[in-house]
């Protein structure tokens, strides 16, 4: 009987759960750490008040989505040393994390809950040498934005005094982020590109966030739809770009939360019950006499 596998697309690559995964080519060009050309990284700002009731070209409509999926393809298919090497270090602990999750919480695609992961990719990034965090971003409603918050993991490196500090930002929801419900067909084509797990330096992201944002808003007009603030660049941006609390995983809060959570899983792993059904036969059978009782409705 075939057995079902579930894959997981992670940056040009896949994970393939259960029982096995492939160590595939990303298909990525090496840029030797140097920072993108101004063609790849850098993406016109977006009005997001910007609202024209101007009546839909078909030619121009089909060129602006063919910018932009060249913009995207552009820009997913470059990466960095220090890229590739958290994108592997990440798909070992997405894969470990799935072994040891024994979490009642909501799982990634039968693969393990987030907050495992996280937690999982955050110790391995760290015991290899990074400067790896979880961070939680909260930022209050403005007048430009709704309040929110996002939690995400980001590599902090500053092994190189000339290029300064880089950013490295781990998405493990990255694709959903951008979905949206009653979205042209076009807009859904541009986001089956994107990786589900997205891992690449902060100015990588900041272009993806415009291109998708300048995408979604262009899918809303085509459809005559307004453009919710959730949406919007600026919103979109809070996310992975505002103030946040990095925790690492030597962190006291982060060290007292996984202890926690391991000891309660083990308490309730090792609770043995029974059923109402054989409640009578305790007398009888000694080695059941230490179970808890559970009533059967």
Known sequence: MAVAHHRMNFHNDEIIFPDQHADMDFGCFQENDQKPSDGICYYNEIDDDDEDENPINVAESKAFWDDQNQLLQATLIRTSSIESKIRQITKEGMILARENCVCPRPVLGGGGCRSCMRREICERLGNTGFNSAICRSKWRKSPDILSGEHTYLDVIDKSDVKKGEIRVVVELNFRAEFEMARASEDYNKLISRLPEVFVGKAERLRTLIKILCSAAKKSR????????????????????????ERRTISSPSLVDEFSGDKQQHKTKACVPKASMLTFDLLENLPRLQQLTAVQVL
């Open 221 to 244: 007009k085509e459809n005559k739809m307004h453009m919710g603030p959730w949406r919007k660049q600026k919103y979109m941006q809070a996310k992975w770009f505002c103030n946040c």
